[in-house]
C-alpha cells in the first residue's frame, strides 16, 4: 500500500516561513519524480514545484519562484518543500505526490496539509 503523509502545515504570518515534508512508503521511490501541489477555496487544485527522479531539474511555477524551494532525500524516502516570503495568497492545502517515470502520470497522493497565511 502506497502511503504519502504531509507534515509541516500551519498557520503563519506574511513574510514568513514554513517546511512541508512528505515521506513516502510502498513504492519504489526512487523511480518516481516527486511534486507538490496546492488547492485554494473555490479553486482548482494547482502544480507549485517538481523535482525528479535523481534530485534534478527542479521546476516551479511562477509565482513562486525564487521563495520556495522543493528537495528530495531518496536514503528517507522523503519530499520537502521550503517555503520562504510567504503570501496570504499562499494559502491552501498543499498535497504531495508521486509521478511514475514511465507513464508520466500523477499515480499517487497524500492527503495534504493546510498552510494558511495571515496578514
Known amino acids: 500500500q502506497v502511503r504519502l503523509v504531509e507534515s509541516g502545515g500551519g498557520l503563519v504570518q506574511a513574510g514568513g516561513s514554513l517546511r512541508l515534508s512528505c515521506p513516502a512508503s510502498?513504492?519504489?521511490?526512487?523511480?518516481?519524480?516527486m511534486g507538490w501541489f496546492r488547492q485554494a477555496p473555490g479553486k482548482e487544485r494547482e502544480f507549485v514545484a517538481a523535482i525528479s527522479w535523481s534530485g534534478g531539474n527542479p521546476h516551479y511555477t511562477d509565482s513562486v519562484k525564487g521563495r520556495f524551494t522543493i528537495s528530495r532525500d531518496n536514503a528517507k524516502n522523503s519530499v520537502n518543500l521550503q517555503m520562504n516570503s510567504l503570501k496570504p495568497e499562499d494559502t491552501a492545502v498543499y498535497y504531495c505526490?508521486?509521478?511514475?517515470?514511465?507513464?508520466?502520470?500523477?499515480?499517487?497522493w497524500g492527503q495534504g496539509t493546510q498552510v494558511t497565511v495571515s496578514t
Open positions: 510502498g513504492l519504489p521511490f526512487n523511480m518516481y519524480a
Open positions: 505526490a508521486a509521478q511514475s517515470l514511465i507513464t508520466r502520470t500523477w499515480d499517487y
